[in-house]
């Protein structure tokens, strides 16, 4: 595929055109179906299955092997968390096609991505796919009538571990860290591939977890028509409901699925699904001044009154939950991809080491998919993150952990790791720690919706 590219950029079934439809650099003019991949909304998971599937066909026809199959980087594994060898290797006389030199410093001496950068347990914890308007937690995206149209909440897969891994391998300048560049590295579609399987390891957790529903708000994620091209090089298009069986629609399973039984739901959680959030009284309070985050930890204080801090607490511990509690991190601003990440907790107590296996951590924030129109040149980002913490506040609560003092909340840069290092690597130092890249956070927010 890159050597037809080398032919006729203008090849549809050669590797750049291929890398374009997801996005392509601005100072190319765009061909058909360039620039079409989905962030930030209920589209990210369907588009990007429908774009492997077209992907993977024509790489299957090129290799002549009607076996061919895309593998994925299963990178919450234990010792998986530098990309494979196979993709950074150089190659000598000839040029090994899975090398690219534009990666995050360290990324091609084998650094590890920081443990915290690769979990998906705050994605797996939720069980609804859509956010439902006016809302911003969701593990597959808010919902949007048409693609492009505005941008609706990040979901929780995308947002973690996929924007973090994104930018982490492509650091400050290198492809995976832009939408206009990413699928140009190979280890793009390995990341992908492993995307798509989370999802169906998402499914298997039943408890409710399903696809967006038939409301006349998520109605395009099954109607809408994407246009791919076949190995032909013809366009071809596809739909949310061609792509949701991928034994029977796409004839692909992966190789930890579970057996095809179907899930069954019971009364109690059908019956907690019913309640009605918004009955609950809202809750707010905020941060007074924006923070700096930098090399080292910074804590904020999120300002409410003792009985609101109080009445979270009580919220969070009631049987049925009537509303989620979302920490929101609002005009995160900053110059270009810091090629770091920073990991949130929430009231870390003072002195102790951050772990991000502890109660007090939310999630990582991360630069992916920022920018208006994803370009590294744009405008300088902002961007809001919306972590749900509900849970957060139910075990501190049992602990007797949860004062009616304001929430601290606590940021902590992880960057990559060098491979071989001594003792344990999640302590190490950062390969591209320094020099401190300057993000600011305008304003902490925790309230409920
Ligand atoms: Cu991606």
Same mark, same amino acid.
């Given at each position: ?112 991505? %920081?443990?915290? $950068? /690769?979990? *998906? @347990?705050?994605?797996? #914890? ?9 809302? =911003? ?122 057996? %095809?039984?179907? $899930? /069954?739901? *019971? @009364?109690?959680?059908? #019956? ?9 009284? =809202? ?122 003092? %304001? ?43």
């Amino acid at each position: 595929m890159q050597r037809r590219s080398r032919v006729d950029v203008r090849d549809p079934t050669g590797w750049i055109y291929q890398a374009n439809i997801h996005g392509s650099p601005r100072d190319e003019n765009p061909l058909r179906g360039w620039n079409s991949c989905q962030h930030r909304s209920f589209f990210f998971l369907s588009w990007h299955r429908m774009y492997l599937y077209r992907f993977e066909r024509i790489l299957r026809a090129a290799s002549g092997d009607p076996g061919f199959a895309l593998p994925y980087w299963n990178y919450s594994a234990t010792g998986n968390r530098a990309i494979p060898a196979s993709f950074r290797t150089p190659g000598g006389t000839s040029a090994n096609p899975l090398y690219v030199q534009e990666r995050a410093e360290g990324i091609n001496q084998g650094a590890l991505l %920081p443990p915290s $950068a /690769v979990t *998906f @347990a705050s994605a797996f #914890r939720l069980t609804n796919f859509t956010a439902r308007p006016g809302t =911003s937690v969701s593990f597959g995206g808010g919902a949007l009538r048409q693609p492009g149209q505005g941008t609706a909440r990040t979901g929780e897969l995308e947002r973690q571990p996929h924007n973090i891994v994104h930018s982490m391998v492509g650091g400050p300048s290198g492809w995976m860290s832009y939408p206009e560049t990413a699928a140009r590295d190979p280890i793009f579609l390995l990341h992908h591939v492993n995307i798509d399987r989370l999802w169906k390891r998402w499914l298997d957790q039943g408890g409710g977890r399903g696809y967006p529903g038939r409301s006349e708000d998520e109605e395009a994620w099954w109607r809408f028509r994407f246009e791919f091209f076949d190995e032909s090089g013809s366009p071809v298009q596809m739909t949310g409901e061609e792509i949701t069986d991928t034994v029977l629609q796409l004839d692909y399973r992966y190789d930890d699925d579970p057996p %095809p039984l179907p $899930a /069954v739901r *019971f @009364a109690g959680e059908i #019956r907690a699904e019913a309640r009605r959030p918004e009955l609950a009284p =809202s809750i707010r309070g905020a941060s007074l001044a924006p923070v700096e985050l930098g090399a080292t930890p910074v804590s904020v204080l999120v300002e409410m009154p003792p009985r609101d801090v109080a009445r979270l607490g009580t919220l969070a511990s009631a049987e049925i939950v009537e509303a989620r509690i979302v920490l929101r991190l609002e005009d995160i601003a900053f110059e270009q991809n810091p090629g770091v990440t920073y990991e949130v907790y929430l009231n870390l107590p003072e002195g102790m080491t951050p772990d991000y296996q502890s109660r007090y951590y939310v999630g990582n924030l991360g630069f992916f998919a920022a920018r208006p129109g994803g370009h590294r040149h744009g405008p300088t980002g902002t961007l809001d993150e919306a972590f749900d913490v509900t849970a957060h506040v139910r075990a501190m609560v049992e602990r007797g952990e949860w004062a009616d003092v %304001p929430p601290r909340v606590t940021f902590v840069m992880r960057g990559l790791i060098p491979p071989g290092g001594p003792g344990d690597p999640s302590r190490a130092p950062a390969v591209s720690a320094l020099p401190a890249p300057r993000v600011t956070v305008g304003r902490v927010v925790i309230e409920t919706e």
